[in-house]
C-alpha cells in the first residue's frame, strides 16, 4: 500500500515514537544527538525532544520523536525496541498513541523544513526553483500616495514573491505566493537595521511562497520504494488586506510577460487550477 507523505508538520499518532528507560548520565543534548543519529537511520525525523522523567519516577529521560513517513517510524520501533543502541541498557520504544476525538489542523512546513524534505526524497538535483516575481508593495504605496500624504516615520516593508517549483523527472511544475510585512520605524532605526529588514523580508517572502508552492505537492512513496509525485493544486487563502493589491499587481504584471513568450503567461495561472495530477518519472 503506497504512502502519502504532505509537505506539513507530522501530527499523526503513527509517526511519533515514546522512548524512555534513557539513562541519566548523559546530558539532554547528548541523549538529543545520539538519538536523533540512532533513529534517522529508519528515515528523515522532523524533531526530537528531550524530557527529565517526572518527580516520582527514577532520574532519567525521556524522549518524543516525530517521523514525516508512518513506515519509517513503524520500522524504527521494531528495531529498536528493548535495544540498548547508544547505552548499557535497553531503552523501550512505543509507537504514540492519541484519543481518536482528538483532531490537529495540518500545518505546512516552513521553506527550510520543505527543501529538506524534498532533498531526502526527490534528491538534490531532483527539484529546482524559480523566481517569477520579487516585488516590494511598500515602494508602490509610497509613490501612490507621496503626493497625498505626508510620510510617516510608522512605516510597513511589504514584499510580494511568486515562484515556481520544478520536478523535471516527474515533469511536474508548482506555483506558489508569499507576502510579508515587516514594521519599520525610520525614525528609531538606522539605515543599516532598515536594509537589514528589508533583506529579511525579502528572504521571508520568498520562503513562504516556496512552502506555499509544496503545499500542492504530494510524495507518494509505493511499496516497491519508488518514489511518485501527486499535484493537487487549490485555491489559495490570502489575508483580506491583500487581495485588492494582490489581484492589481498580477493584472500589471501579466501584461509583460506575454512579449517573452506564451509559456510565462502560464505560470500565474496556476495559481487557480483545479485539476488533479498523478505523475510518475519517466524510465529511460
Known amino acids: 500500500?503506497?504512502?502519502?507523505?504532505?509537505?506539513?508538520?507530522?501530527?499523526?499518532?503513527?509517526?511519533?515514537?515514546?522512548?524512555?528507560?534513557?539513562?541519566?548520565?548523559?546530558?539532554?543534548?547528548?541523549?538529543?544527538?545520539?538519538?536523533?543519529?540512532?533513529?534517522?537511520?529508519?528515515?528523515?525525523?522532523?524533531?526530537?525532544?528531550?524530557?527529565?522523567?517526572?518527580?516520582v519516577a527514577?532520574?532519567?529521560?525521556?524522549?518524543?520523536?516525530?517521523?514525516?513517513?508512518?513506515?519509517?517510524?513503524?520500522?524504527?520501533?521494531?528495531?529498536?525496541?528493548?535495544?540498548?543502541?547508544?547505552?548499557?541498557?535497553?531503552?523501550?520504544?512505543?509507537?504514540?498513541?492519541?484519543?481518536?476525538?482528538?483532531?490537529?489542523?495540518?500545518?505546512?512546513?516552513?521553506?527550510?523544513?520543505?527543501?529538506e524534505l524534498a532533498n531526502y526524497y526527490f534528491g538534490f538535483n531532483g527539484w529546482s526553483k524559480r523566481i517569477i516575481k520579487l516585488q516590494e508593495l511598500s515602494d508602490l504605496e509610497e509613490r501612490e500616495n507621496g503626493d497625498t500624504m505626508v510620510p510617516l516615520p510608522k512605516q510597513s516593508l511589504k514584499f510580494?514573491?511568486?515562484?515556481?517549483?520544478?520536478?523535471?523527472?516527474?515533469?511536474?511544475?508548482?506555483?506558489?505566493?508569499?507576502?510579508?510585512?515587516?514594521?519599520?520605524?525610520?525614525?528609531?532605526?538606522?539605515?543599516?537595521?532598515?536594509?537589514?529588514?528589508?533583506?529579511?523580508?525579502?528572504?521571508?517572502?520568498?520562503?513562504?511562497?516556496?512552502?506555499?508552492?509544496?503545499q500542492k505537492l504530494l510524495i507518494v512513496v509505493l511499496e516497491s520504494g519508488k518514489i511518485a509525485v501527486e499535484y493537487r493544486p487549490s485555491e489559495e487563502i490570502v489575508d483580506v488586506r491583500w487581495e485588492e493589491e494582490l489581484h492589481g499587481l498580477i493584472q500589471i504584471s501579466c501584461s509583460p510577460w506575454k512579449q517573452h513568450g506564451q509559456e510565462e503567461n502560464e505560470y500565474l495561472a496556476d495559481f487557480s487550477l483545479e485539476e488533479e495530477e498523478f505523475r510518475l518519472p519517466e524510465l529511460d
Open 1 to 55: 500500500m503506497a504512502e502519502l507523505v504532505p509537505f506539513a508538520v507530522p501530527t499523526d499518532s503513527d509517526k511519533t515514537l515514546l522512548v524512555w528507560e534513557l539513562s541519566s548520565g548523559p546530558t539532554a543534548e547528548a541523549l538529543h544527538h545520539s538519538l536523533f543519529t540512532a533513529f534517522s537511520q529508519f528515515g528523515l525525523l522532523y524533531s526530537v525532544r528531550v524530557f527529565p522523567n517526572a518527580a
Open 58 to 115: 527514577q532520574p532519567g529521560f525521556y524522549a518524543v520523536i516525530k517521523f514525516y513517513s508512518a513506515l519509517a517510524a513503524h520500522r524504527a520501533q521494531k528495531a529498536c525496541d528493548r535495544k540498548l543502541l547508544f547505552q548499557t541498557s535497553p531503552v523501550k520504544v512505543h509507537l504514540g498513541t492519541r484519543h481518536k476525538a482528538v483532531q490537529h489542523q495540518a500545518l505546512p512546513l516552513n521553506g527550510s523544513q520543505c527543501q
Open 160 to 214: 510580494f514573491c511568486a515562484l515556481e517549483v520544478v520536478l523535471p523527472s516527474y515533469d511536474c511544475k508548482s506555483t506558489g505566493i508569499g507576502l510579508v510585512e515587516e514594521p519599520v520605524n525610520k525614525m528609531e532605526e538606522g539605515p543599516l537595521s532598515c536594509l537589514m529588514k528589508r533583506k529579511t523580508a525579502q528572504k521571508l517572502a520568498i520562503q513562504k511562497a516556496l512552502s506555499n508552492a509544496f
